[in-house]
């Protein structure tokens, strides 16, 4: 039976109502002008049809004579897993309402752990597809690789694969096939291997401890200087927005200021949270707080290859390019400090600062600490333009979790040209989030104007943003 990481576990024994750990796609369809009959019904029934392969065949196995793992099921009912829904003449905003409704249920953990919604009845005609996983079986970049297999770049292509076709696990191994040398071999591995998490833990939070009075360049302590910036009740609901960035352009300008990707996606995503906020009840005073998911190496164990840890993001007065500097140099520590450390430790490291806050949160809300202000991901995605039975894949949009700690998700993910990002709150901690999510496209075209070829490279204040395309929020 494939066995949990020390996060795969987690992710199990510390969900609530209010924290559903569901990760799942919302991807849009342009079915084919000259498609004949009910476009919606064809696709449901020919995804019947796809049996479910690893993890999506994995059942929880809570024995009571050995430890947690999950094992496949032998012949699942995948009809009881896939599901349609006809809305009517529903817009996007109606569309996003229901997924959300959709999304803040917990999953049934008596079978498979993942259920999928066929849904059509748009006012625009498009058919939507939203699936739903426990992340206890599956990270965010294997996810990414089930949708992008599931997907194809022929739009001729007859064969209809599903989501829950199967990932292969990296550095998964049959243990039950084990001889007894190897399997006492690996138990003294195991044994070694605790003691060096055990020093590598303690070596991180000292290099924290050191930062927190000013000294040396470890990552900060958790639960430490986190504003109350987008805190809120604690609520089971959810809101979702989302918006497109030119993935084209943000590579360039990247590759101008010698920035990732993800520096440049942090620096956006900060500049419009701090918008937001001076718009609702006044700009931060401090830096916010980010949770981020980072990816191990492929020697980790268990579904989730992660590692969860707080980065700092940008001071409260600080020019679009100070603040991509200062989003550099912390991203630059979390490197370092990967490097330094093994997967085991920095995966108990995140489980024990995830676990504190849901813990303390079961018995006193207001007394559990905040470890961040929101969590911003970007687990890679898929290029060109993707089709599925002939539909064209007009929007493939991430729907993450809320983990203890804060209330709200940004993820991102590639899909073809662009960059897609999903913004997932509880609604009164996060107001107007379909506000934030424009304000969001509004910031790129600052960051790009602020660090023009022509611009000064610091700043005092930001310079104005060139008007969007849209109406400003």
Same mark, same amino acid.
């Given at each position: $039976?494939?066995?949990?990481?020390?996060?795969?576990?987690?992710?199990?024994?510390?969900?609530?109502?209010?924290?559903?750990?569901?990760?799942?796609?919302?991807?849009?369809?342009?079915?084919?002008?000259?498609?004949?009959?009910?476009?919606?019904?064809?696709?449901?029934?020919?995804?019947?049809?796809?049996?479910?392969?690893?993890?999506?065949?994995?059942?929880?196995?809570?024995?009571?004579?050995?430890?947690?793992?999950?094992?496949?099921?032998?012949?699942?009912?995948?009809?009881?897993?896939?599901?349609?829904?006809?809305?009517?003449?529903?817009?996007?905003?109606?569309?996003?309402?229901?997924?959300?409704?959709?999304?803040?249920?917990?999953?049934?953990?008596?079978?498979?752990?993942?259920?999928?919604?066929?849904?059509?009845?748009?006012?625009?005609?498009?058919?939507?597809?939203?699936?739903?996983?426990?992340?206890?079986?599956?990270?965010?970049?294997?996810?990414?690789?089930?949708?992008?297999?599931?997907?194809?770049?022929?739009?001729?292509?007859?064969?209809?694969?599903?989501?829950?076709?199967?990932?292969?696990?990296?550095?998964?191994?049959?243990?039950?096939?084990?001889?007894?040398?190897?399997?006492?071999?690996?138990?003294?591995?195991?044994?070694?291997?605790?003691?060096?998490?055990?020093?590598?833990?303690?070596?991180?939070?000292?290099?924290?401890?050191?930062?927190?009075?000013?000294?040396?360049?470890?990552?900060?302590?958790?639960?430490?200087?986190?504003?109350?910036?987008?805190?809120?009740?604690?609520?089971?609901?959810?809101?979702?927005?989302?918006?497109?960035?030119?993935?084209?352009?943000?590579?360039?300008?990247?590759?101008?200021?010698?920035?990732?990707?993800?520096?440049?996606?942090?620096?956006?995503?900060?500049?419009?949270?701090?918008?937001?906020?001076?718009?609702?009840?006044?700009?931060?005073?401090?830096?916010?707080?980010?949770?981020?998911?980072?990816?191990?190496?492929?020697?980790?164990?268990?579904?989730?290859?992660?590692?969860?840890?707080?980065?700092?993001?940008?001071?409260?007065?600080?020019?679009?390019?100070?603040?991509?500097?200062?989003?550099?140099?912390?991203?630059?520590?979390?490197?370092?400090? $990967?490097?330094?450390?093994?997967?085991?430790?920095?995966?108990?490291?995140?489980?024990?600062?995830?676990?504190?806050?849901?813990?303390?949160?079961?018995?006193?809300?207001?007394?559990?600490?905040?470890?961040?202000?929101?969590?911003?991901?970007?687990?890679?995605?898929?290029?060109?333009? @993707?089709?599925?039975?002939?539909?064209?894949?007009?929007?493939?949009?991430?729907?993450?979790?809320?983990?203890?700690?804060?209330?709200?998700?940004?993820?991102?993910?590639?899909?073809?040209?662009?960059? @897609?990002?999903?913004?997932?709150?509880?609604?009164?901690?996060?107001?107007?989030?379909?506000?934030?999510?424009?304000?969001?496209?509004?910031?790129?075209?600052?960051?790009?104007?602020?660090?023009?070829?022509?611009?000064?490279?610091?700043?005092?204040?930001?310079?104005?943003?060139?008007?969007?395309?849209?109406?400003?929020?």
């Amino acid at each position: $039976m494939p066995a949990l990481s020390t996060i795969d576990l987690a992710m199990f024994m510390l969900e609530s109502r209010e924290r559903t750990l569901n990760i799942g796609p919302l991807v849009l369809l342009r079915p084919p002008a000259a498609f004949k009959g009910n476009f919606a019904d064809k696709l449901y029934a020919k995804l019947l049809k796809r049996p479910a392969g690893a993890p999506f065949n994995y059942k929880l196995n809570l024995s009571l004579t050995s430890m947690p793992s999950v094992e496949p099921m032998a012949r699942p009912d995948i009809k009881a897993h896939v599901h349609r829904l006809t809305l009517n003449d529903a817009s996007i905003p109606d569309l996003l309402k229901e997924v959300c409704a959709l999304h803040e249920t917990l999953l049934d953990r008596s079978g498979m752990l993942w259920q999928f919604y066929v849904i059509d009845g748009l006012a625009d005609g498009r058919v939507a597809l939203y699936g739903k996983v426990h992340h206890g079986i599956i990270d965010g970049k294997t996810f990414v690789k089930a949708i992008t297999q599931w997907m194809s770049d022929d739009p001729n292509e007859k064969e209809v694969r599903a989501m829950w076709d199967g990932v292969a696990r990296p550095g998964a191994r049959d243990e039950q096939r084990l001889g007894l040398v190897q399997r006492l071999m690996a138990a003294g591995g195991q044994a070694a291997g605790a003691l060096r998490t055990a020093a590598d833990l303690y070596g991180m939070l000292a290099e924290q401890g050191l930062r927190s009075v000013g000294f040396g360049d470890g990552l900060p302590l958790p639960y430490l200087k986190v504003s109350s910036d987008f805190d809120g009740p604690l609520s089971a609901k959810r809101s979702f927005a989302y918006c497109s960035l030119p993935l084209a352009e943000i590579r360039a300008v990247g590759k101008a200021q010698g920035a990732t990707v993800n520096d440049l996606l942090l620096t956006v995503l900060d500049m419009a949270l701090h918008r937001h906020l001076d718009k609702r009840r006044g700009a931060p005073h401090s830096p916010l707080l980010a949770d981020m998911p980072v990816a191990l190496s492929s020697g980790a164990k268990g579904g989730n290859q992660i590692a969860v840890l707080q980065v700092p993001l940008g001071g409260a007065d600080a020019s679009p390019a100070q603040r991509l500097a200062a989003i550099r140099a912390e991203t630059g520590r979390v490197k370092a400090s $990967m490097k330094k450390r093994s997967s085991g430790a920095l995966m108990l490291y995140s489980t024990l600062v995830h676990a504190l806050p849901l813990i303390i949160e079961g018995v006193s809300v207001k007394a559990a600490p905040r470890l961040a202000n929101l969590m911003i991901s970007n687990p890679f995605g898929f290029e060109g333009q @993707q089709y599925l039975m002939g539909a064209a894949v007009e929007l493939a949009l991430p729907l993450s979790v809320l983990a203890a700690g804060y209330k709200l998700n940004v993820t991102a993910v590639t899909v073809g040209e662009q960059l @897609q990002i999903g913004f997932l709150a509880m609604p009164e901690a996060v107001s107007d989030i379909d506000k934030l999510a424009r304000r969001t496209e509004q910031a790129f075209a600052e960051l790009k104007a602020a660090l023009a070829p022509s611009a000064p490279v610091h700043s005092a204040k930001p310079r104005p943003a060139r008007a969007p395309a849209r109406k400003p929020a």
